[in-house]
C-alpha cells in the first residue's frame, strides 16, 4: 500500500521558515520521482520541487527559487521542504506526491502529469 504522510504545516509570519516533512513507503521512496505540490484557494495546483532519487535535476517553481529547498533523508524514507522567507502568496495546501520518473540519457526527468499517488497535504498560512 502506497502511504505519503506530511506534516509540519502551520501557521507563520511573512518572512518566516517552516519545514514541511514526507514519510513515504520505502518502495515509493527509493525508485519515483518525489515532489512538492501545492494548492491555493481558487488556484490550480501547481508543482513547487522535485527531483528523482536516482539522479537528475532537481526542479523548482520560479517563484520559490532561493527560498524553498527539498531535500531527503534516505534513512527514514523522508522528504522535506524547507521553506524560507516566506510570503502571503505562499499560502496553500502543500502536497507530497510521487510519481513514475522518466529516464533519458543516463538522467532522470519528473513529469508532473506522472505523479499520481498524493498524500492527504498540510496547510501552510503565512500571515502579513
Known amino acids: 500500500q502506497v502511504q505519503l504522510v506530511e506534516s509540519g504545516g502551520g501557521s507563520v509570519q511573512a518572512g518566516g521558515s517552516l519545514r514541511l516533512s514526507c514519510v513515504a513507503s520505502a518502495y515509493i521512496y527509493s525508485s519515483y520521482c518525489m515532489g512538492w505540490f501545492r494548492q491555493a484557494p481558487g488556484k490550480e495546483r501547481e508543482g513547487v520541487a522535485d527531483?528523482?532519487?536516482?539522479?537528475?535535476?532537481?526542479y523548482y517553481a520560479d517563484s520559490v527559487k532561493r527560498r524553498f529547498s527539498i531535500s531527503a533523508d534516505n534513512a527514514k524514507n523522508t522528504l522535506y521542504l524547507q521553506m524560507n522567507s516566506l510570503k502571503t502568496e505562499d499560502t496553500a495546501m502543500y502536497y507530497c506526491a510521487a510519481g513514475r520518473g522518466r529516464l533519458m540519457a543516463g538522467s532522470w526527468s519528473c513529469p508532473h502529469t506522472n505523479y499520481n499517488y498524493w498524500g492527504q497535504g498540510t496547510q501552510v498560512t503565512v500571515a502579513s
Open positions: 527531483f528523482h532519487p536516482g539522479g537528475g535535476s532537481t
